[in-house]
């Protein structure tokens, strides 16, 4: 991913609330159907890790991308941003040079 696309994507991602919470039963199937659900309808997605959670979160946060086959985007704190890999993986538009 470009890091011009990676920035704004994390932009519109600190507006976001999050919608999805883990707690201490981690990363289950439900959890991932609803994200997929989620990331389907809105693109990005914002989950909270609840501080009962017992897993490292760096590994939850991994785990539920793959598994959901999503881009993990952002790690920061308690909140994981994820986002669609079609949008990760779009090229930012070229910027068009004037003739000389």
């Not at 609330?17 to 981690?26: C, E, M």
Request: one cysteine or more; glycine letters at 8%.
């Amino acid at each position: 991913m470009q890091k011009k696309t990676r920035k704004e994507l994390k932009g519109m991602g600190n507006e976001l609330k999050a919608t999805i919470h883990i707690g201490k039963d981690g990363v289950t199937e439900g959890l991932i159907e609803e994200v997929k659900k989620q990331i389907k309808a809105h693109r990005i997605v914002k989950v909270k890790v609840l501080a009962s959670t017992s897993e490292f979160k760096k590994q939850m946060a991994e785990e539920l991308a793959e598994k959901a086959g999503i881009e993990l985007l952002e790690l920061r704190g308690n909140t994981i941003l994820l986002c669609d890999k079609r949008i990760c993986e779009r090229k930012a538009p070229r910027e068009e040079s004037a003739p000389l």
